[in-house]
């Protein structure tokens, strides 16, 4: 035993609480698990020999208690007012308008948060040490599961910092993991007990349950992202309050953005949307809030909700079946995704044969093997995706599956992206990724290439006709006659439609080229700064990066492709061939973009609602970017003009509400010659 026993406890318990932070709030661990085990059983050790050293506080006091004898009602002294939820982008777009009209125009940031699928909780720190958890219960009264919120991990038993506030009320939501509820499923069956569930049901059974020592066997967690009472804090906006709070030791709900306009936020959940496979945890929605504190107070409440957040919820729709097989696809630029064969199964009104995996870490995360049954899960408009594996149904010694080392179309040694999560074949005469890039540089963002499907794409690639872009243009009619339902009029349509696509211009060939990070907006971006290909392919990385939307990323793949062998013989090709890099001329539109002079949409938000006679709506987007504008995707008060044409809907009215400008397809072209 140590020569002074409660020095080393003392420093024990500050290790631990260092590490906990690392793990829990900051996702950034610097030692494993099994280092971190040693502290715990080294401290665990000492206080058994110095009980009387034992304090409420100390991390051994996470393992439970003894059982309590029921729960209390215990009063919250601010009530756990219930948000209002929409489903609906026109209701959370009229949600917006009411705001901004209560807020008389003044500017507001906007927060987007996960909606945790947990259970509600209050957490009481005085003087920086936990004494009470409560459950939000009616909003009014809750239950006293200060016994049970001891043992969840992420709940610091003890605030960290200095100083620390007398009294904080933080509120968030304790939850479990996928992982863990496949771990405890697995034991359940071992004790040949029934399985859970979902995540949601445990946590709301375990955190109410009256002997502790069971809750802490399911390795409940936590995520804070509110405030109830406190004194003390220095934190006058929504997303300053989550650092402070972070300071004191406690995690914060993850990946948490603030925008200065509702439209961008609202573009930001369709993004989070479609990372939901990335979490180990499940959400039923997002939350939007006002940032400032004081524009919360401003705003108030009804009897029911605050008037200052929203939450955005989808369906979620989850089914279980059997994974037959995991096969993988190339990418148009090289990317080898894994996708699971399914036991078809009904979902969301649809039968469901297929699920992404996505990349080979989340395979080995999950432990996704063929032949396990696992839940697939839709949410919004989001392709299904794998939520996790039941294990305890695994039937025998299923083999890990072992993602391909080769290519499976060229053969080609795959590599992994530096610092990132994908696998990729490197060579550019890969006939799968070509035909890839033949798809996507056909498709009607990109060339709009009348009548070149995906059917003969893959003829067109398969015979060797189109090796490259350039082969596109070099294709004669006679030649397409011989080709599965080509005939000689559809043989002579399709290579005017080829014929017609070298003058879509710079913006379009830009964003058809499959150049990494090179979407519509980064190409009309390009395009609008340099007027054509050769100033482009004159800039530096440094001048590419510094051009607003650019950034250092996007500006290194740009210059990596125009310079590439692949690249520039891919221009030169292209350029002999007839196809238009400059910017399109526009009949009695001002080219004073294209000439480097400032656009008349220039720093201009528009947004276009309803059916246009003369304009698509990627046309007319390109057009705005062309002339210096943004094509924004809701209407706010932060926007310029609405072009409506038939059949508007929802965004013309919110714009009349807001006294937003309201133009037709004539009066567009108007204000851009005028």
């Known amino acids: ?180 509820l496949v771990r405890l499923n697995q034991e359940q069956q071992q004790r040949g007990e029934a399985p859970f569930a979902n995540t949601r049901n445990v946590t709301a059974g375990s955190i109410r349950l009256l002997d502790p020592r069971i809750c802490a066997r399911r390795h409940l967690r936590f995520f804070c992202h509110g405030v109830g009472h406190a004194e003390g804090l220095r934190s006058t906006n929504h997303m300053d309050f989550l650092d402070e709070l972070a300071g004191f030791g406690l995690p914060a709900t993850p990946l948490v953005a603030c925008f200065d306009s509702f439209g961008r936020a609202v573009e ?65 630029s090289g990317a080898v995704t894994p996708v699971a064969e399914l036991e078809p199964v009904e979902l969301a009104g649809t039968t469901v044969s297929r ?44 083999p890990a599956y072992a993602f391909p080392t080769n290519c499976p179309e060229c053969g080609a040694a795959l590599v992994k992206d530096e610092g990132g999560v994908y696998i990729r074949c490197p060579s550019k005469r890969c006939p799968a990724q070509l035909r890839e890039r033949i798809r996507y540089f056909a498709g009607r963002n990109a060339m709009d290439i009348e009548g070149l499907g995906d059917k003969l794409v893959e003829q067109l690639v398969a015979t060797g006709l189109v090796k490259s872009y350039g082969d596109l243009y070099r294709l004669q009619a006679e030649r397409l006659e011989g080709l599965e339902r080509m005939g000689k009029k559809s043989a002579a349509n399709l290579v005017a439609g080829i014929a017609a696509s070298k003058d879509r211009g710079l913006a379009r060939l830009l964003g058809a080229l499959s150049i990494r990070h090179v979407g519509t907006r980064v190409a009309s971006v390009l395009a609008e700064h340099f007027g054509s290909i050769e100033r482009l392919r004159s800039a530096s990385v440094d001048e590419l990066s510094g051009i607003h939307e650019i950034g250092p990323t996007i500006a290194e793949s740009v210059h990596e492709f125009l310079a590439s062998d692949f690249g520039r013989e891919t221009i030169e090709d292209l350029a002999g061939l007839g196809v238009k890099m400059e910017l399109p001329r526009v009949s009695g539109v001002s080219e004073g973009v ?81």
Not at 291 to 315: H, M
């Open 1 to 180: 035993m140590p020569a002074d026993p409660a020095k080393e406890i003392a420093s024990l318990r500050e290790r631990i609480r260092y590490h906990d932070r690392k793990y829990y709030v900051e996702a950034a661990p610097e030692i494993s698990d099994r280092e971190y085990d040693l502290l715990v059983d080294r401290l665990k050790r000492l206080e058994q020999h110095h009980p009387e050293l034992v304090t409420d506080d100390s991390p051994t006091q996470r393992i439970g208690d003894e059982p309590v004898a029921g729960l209390e009602a215990v009063a919250h002294r601010v009530p756990m007012m219930s948000i209002d939820n929409t489903y609906s982008l026109a209701e959370l777009g009229s949600y917006a308008a009411r705001t901004e009209k209560l807020l008389a125009g003044e500017p507001i940031e906007w927060v987007v948060e996960l909606k945790i699928d947990g259970v509600a909780i209050s957490l009481l720190y005085e003087n920086g040490r936990l004494a009470r958890g409560v459950t939000r219960g009616n909003g009014r009264v809750g239950d006293d599961i200060t016994h049970n919120v001891r043992t969840v991990a992420g709940v610091p038993l003890r605030l960290s910092g200095d100083p620390v506030p007398p009294v904080l009320e933080a509120r968030g939501e304790i939850y479990m993991t996928n992982s863990d």
């Open 355 to 398: 699920a992404s995996l996505h990349n080979a870490e989340e395979i080995a995360r999950k432990d996704v093997r063929e032949g396990d049954l696992v839940v697939v899960e839709k949410a919004g408009k989001v392709i299904p995706h794998i939520v996790r594996v039941e294990k305890h149904e695994r039937r025998g010694q299923l």
């Open 594 to 674: 294209a000439a480097g002079r400032p656009g008349r949409l220039s720093g201009k938000t528009l947004v276009v609602t309803g059916t246009l006679v003369k304009y698509s709506r990627d046309e007319i987007h390109e057009l705005i970017a062309r002339h210096g504008g943004r094509a924004a995707s809701s209407v706010s008060s932060n926007t310029d003009y609405v072009v409506a044409g038939e059949k508007a809907g929802g965004k013309l009215t919110k714009a009349r509400q807001l006294g937003v400008p309201v133009l037709t397809e004539q009066e567009f072209e108007d204000l851009l010659g005028g």
């Open 268 to 332: 930001h959940c369709e993004a989070l949307v479609a990372r939901l496979h990335e979490l180990d945890f499940e959400i039923d929605g997002l939350v939007l809030k006002v940032n400032r504190f004081d524009q919360r107070e401003r705003l108030g409440a009804t009897s029911k909700s605050p008037r200052w957040v929203i939450a955005y919820k989808f369906e979620k729709y989850e089914a279980t079946t059997r994974l037959n097989r995991i096969r993988v696809q190339v990418g148009k």
